[in-house]
């Protein structure tokens, strides 16, 4: 280690800054974002009473001879001063900022390679929760009052432990802060820690990892019960903690499906016990994921739970196909609808020229649905498409025509999840327009 790491406390301090340019300026707004009272000095040299006066100096001159003196003033004086780009005058070095208000990360190369620190910040950014900064602050607020309520130094650690790791960091993280401060100020009341389980109901996405969200992927690496279903890729499973209890329940090749009730009481069981349980599944959890029926259950339980989005099918096959699914000149619509409606009910479908059906769970009445839609008056020309596997290593698309639907969902037949894609703006999709066997063969 170079040099020793610390953060200062320049709140209403004077900070001066000399020189002029973008690199003035940025110097002196973070150190206003810090609370410093900052005086630019450009138009004239600096003084001995300049330096005197100030907590802490940079110094962004072209001119090294000039930086050089200035900095002597500074460190004659023992007032700490960093030259932009030359940490051999500096007395401290300035590291790469993770900024999230009351919650700060520093990373510093030694001013032997400031890209690097750069970058390594940027990995950190991507893995802090934007709103850390607001924990923080929330648990600054508690701090005297947990202070008084448990005198015991121990017993105050294991619950700021709770907090900070359990439902009531996660809601705060949510931004839902209300709740977090209710679930604060009961668990002082009870004078027992706050509940530690929590249901995270997280969507995974179409399959391909890298299009989990940042939400997502943290919720799934910090998850002590991960309960997912067969949609979910192996390489996603794969993000959570080796000692993460995964229970799957889909229905994998020939065996029973957990019913919806057992999944519901898996659920309420693990969060209750006081684990931090993800509910993993494909896609989004509000589309077809029967998600709004788990939160139902987890409210009548009182367990807390947070959703996370994730990227639905129909969004993830159009991307991986460069498929508009909206266009000013093809469709101002965009209906996602399942195929397989409950028996006796038809799910509606859109028979509208200026649409795009995404149909979920179709492929398998892809006959029924081809007919109903030229019943209702859309033509057997307009384009469709049948992905499989969407976005995932083993995608495969069939492009077609409305008539041919039927044929172009027997060609299909890997038995992975399945949508089609009907519309104008089918034809817009990359690989759509060139003849291709597959195409052909519907
Ligand atoms: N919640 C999921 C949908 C679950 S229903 C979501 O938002 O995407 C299951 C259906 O989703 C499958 O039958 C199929 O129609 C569709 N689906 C899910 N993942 C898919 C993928 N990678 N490629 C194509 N279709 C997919």
Redesign the pocket.
């Known amino acids: 280690m170079r040099h020793f790491p610390i953060f200062l406390d320049l709140a209403g301090r004077s900070a001066l800054v000399v020189g002029a340019g973008p690199r003035a300026t940025a110097k002196a707004s973070a150190l206003t974002a810090a609370g410093a009272v900052v005086t630019m000095l450009s138009d004239r040299p600096a003084g001995a009473a300049d330096i005197a006066a100030a907590a802490i100096v940079f110094i962004c001159l072209a001119d090294d001879v000039e930086a050089r003196r200035v900095a002597d003033l500074a460190v004659a004086r023992g007032v700490p001063v960093n030259v932009v780009d030359r940490p051999g005058m500096s007395t401290f070095v300035m590291p790469a900022v993770v900024d999230r208000g009351e919650f700060v990360v520093a990373v510093g190369t030694g001013g032997a390679a400031p890209i690097l620190a750069r970058r390594i910040r940027a990995r950190i950014q991507a893995l802090l929760p934007e709103r850390l900064g607001r924990l923080a602050a929330f648990a600054r607020r508690f701090r005297e009052t947990v202070k008084r309520a448990v005198p015991s130094f121990d017993a105050r650690r294991r619950l700021w432990e709770r907090v900070l790791a359990g439902p009531i960091a996660d809601l705060v993280l949510a931004g839902r802060e209300r709740e977090a401060q209710a679930a604060m100020v009961e668990a002082m009341n009870r004078r027992e820690p706050p509940p530690a389980g929590i249901v995270h109901l997280v ?1 995974a996405g ?2 391909d990892p890298e299009l989990l969200t940042l939400k997502a992927l943290r919720a799934i690496e910090e998850a002590e019960v991960v309960i997912h ?1 067969d ?1 979910v890729a192996p390489e996603i499973l794969a993000r959570a903690r080796v000692d993460a209890l995964r229970i799957p329940v889909g229905k994998r090749a020939g065996r029973p499906a957990t019913t919806q009730a057992e999944i519901n009481a898996l659920l309420v069981r693990h969060a209750r016990g006081g684990s931090r349980v993800v509910r993993l ?9 029967r998600g709004g029926e788990e939160l139902e259950e987890l409210r009548a339980h009182g367990v807390p739970f947070v959703v996370v989005p ?5 969004l ?2 159009a991307a991986s196909l460069d498929l508009p699914l909206t266009h000013r000149d093809h469709a101002s619509a965009l209906t996602i609808v ?2 397989r409606g409950r028996p006796g009910e038809e799910p509606p479908l859109p028979a509208d020229p200026r649409h795009t059906l995404a ?5 398998a009445d892809a006959v029924g649905i081809g007919e109903r839609l030229m019943a209702g008056g859309l033509s057997g020309a307009t384009p469709v498409a049948i ?6 290593a083993d ?1 495969r698309v069939r492009f077609g025509t409305l008539a041919g639907l039927g044929a172009l969902a027997a060609v299909h037949r890997g038995g ?5 894609l009907i519309g104008e703006t089918v034809a817009l999709a990359r690989g759509a327009a060139a003849p291709t066997a597959s195409r052909a063969a519907g």
């Open positions: 969507g179409p399959g279903d949609l599944k494909g896609g989004d959890p509000f589309i077809f994921g994730g990227i639905t099918a129909a993830g096959c399942t195929g149909i979920y769970m179709g492929a992905v499989e596997n969407g976005t995932r995608e992975g999840p399945a949508l089609i």
